[in-house]
C-alpha cells in the first residue's frame, strides 16, 4: 500500500488513540465511576447534559433542556449543577438561569459554570413556569 498523507495521518490517529488508551488503563480510570454526562426529568422538561472543561481548564455543565409539552412554552427555567464527589456526595452546587424561553416540543441549548472540579456532576431543574401562545400582551 502506497503511503500517502491520507494513510500517514489516519496511523498517527491511530498510534495517538492507542496511547491514549495505554494512558487511561494505567491510570486506573474508570469510565463507569465518573458521570460526565445524564439525564434527568422534571414533568414535561427533561435535560441532558455533558461535562467538559472550556479552553481555561474550568469544568463546564453543558447540553439541552427538551420541552416535550405542545402548545407551552417553559420560561424562567434555572438548572442546577451539583458537583459530585466519588461517593455521589454534593461537594459543591450552582444554579443557572436558561436564558430564553424553551419552545414547545423542541429544544434549548444551555451551557453552566460547573461549582468545581469533580468526581461526576448532576444536572436538575430548579424552576420554571408555563407559557401559553399569545401570553404575555403586545
Do not use: C
Not at 12 to 22: D, E, H, P, V
Not at 56 to 75: C, E, H, K, L, M
Not at 80 to 86: K, Q, S
Not at 93 to 99: A, E, H, Q
Request: aromatic fraction near 10%; avoid cysteine; charged fraction near 20%.
Amino acid at each position: 500500500m502506497r503511503n500517502t498523507p491520507h494513510v500517514a495521518r489516519a496511523r498517527r490517529s491511530l498510534s495517538r488513540a492507542g496511547l491514549f488508551a495505554i494512558g487511561i488503563a494505567l491510570l486506573g480510570w474508570d469510565p463507569a465511576g465518573a458521570q460526565i454526562s445524564g439525564r434527568t426529568t422534571e414533568g414535561d422538561l427533561r435535560v441532558e447534559w455533558s461535562a467538559e472543561e472550556d479552553r481555561r481548564g474550568r469544568p463546564v455543565v453543558s447540553g439541552y433542556i427538551y420541552n416535550d409539552r405542545p402548545g407551552s412554552y417553559a420560561t424562567g427555567v434555572w438548572l442546577r449543577v451539583e458537583a459530585l464527589d466519588a461517593a455521589g456526595q454534593t461537594v459543591g452546587s450552582t444554579t443557572g438561569y436558561v436564558m430564553g424561553d424553551v419552545p414547545p416540543s423542541s429544544r434549548y441549548y444551555f451551557e453552566i459554570k460547573a461549582p468545581a472540579k469533580a468526581a461526576s456532576y448532576r444536572a436538575t431543574v430548579q424552576s420554571y413556569a408555563w407559557r401559553g401562545y399569545g401570553a404575555g400582551g403586545g
